[in-house]
């Protein structure tokens, strides 16, 4: 079962150029920032986003390591990252998503002369299909 409140390690590793950030528990998630403020904020939206794709494919979720087994380089530190996850995962479930569909081209047309916004008519055309009344979760 996901949990709701996840807290990983993340290196962060200060460079010239910016903030590199990785969490050692969680290959491929990786981030970066301009500065420290932009960095934390970054490594959340990532460290949520990276978990949130675990949950989706019911991968396993790796348990955080201990801050104090980390070993960090003198241009790198240790920062504790949260994911509060219902905000997160709710976010998800109501972000739009592109639909491609095939219509004949007269009916797009006729569709287009009268200004009929497909988006708006698509979803309130599955709505009554599938019988939803309400904005649903």
């Known amino acids: ?6 807290i990983y390690p ?3 590793n200060y460079a010239d150029d ?3 950030v990785e969490f050692p528990d969680l290959p ?6 301009d500065n420290d403020e932009e960095a ?3 490594a959340k939206e990532a460290l949520a986003l990276h978990l949130y794709g675990l949950e989706e494919e019911n991968y396993p979720i790796p ?3 201990p801050v104090n087994k980390l070993k960090v380089e003198p241009n790198q530190v240790v920062v504790l990252v949260e994911a509060w996850m219902p905000p997160f995962r709710d976010e998800m479930k109501h972000r739009a998503v592109k639909k491609t569909l095939t219509i004949p081209k007269w009916l797009d047309d006729l569709a ?3 200004n009929v ?3 708006h008519l698509l979803q309130n055309a599955l709505k009554e299909y599938l019988g939803i009344n309400e904005k649903q979760p």
């Open 112 to 114: 287009r002369e009268h």
């Open 1 to 6: 079962m996901p949990k709701d409140r996840y």
């Open 40 to 42: 934390l904020r970054m």
């Open 117 to 119: 916004n497909f988006s």
């Open 28 to 33: 491929g998630c990786y981030t970066c920032g």
């Open 63 to 65: 348990e955080p390591s």
């Open 18 to 20: 910016g903030i590199s």
């Open 10 to 12: 993340a290196i962060f």
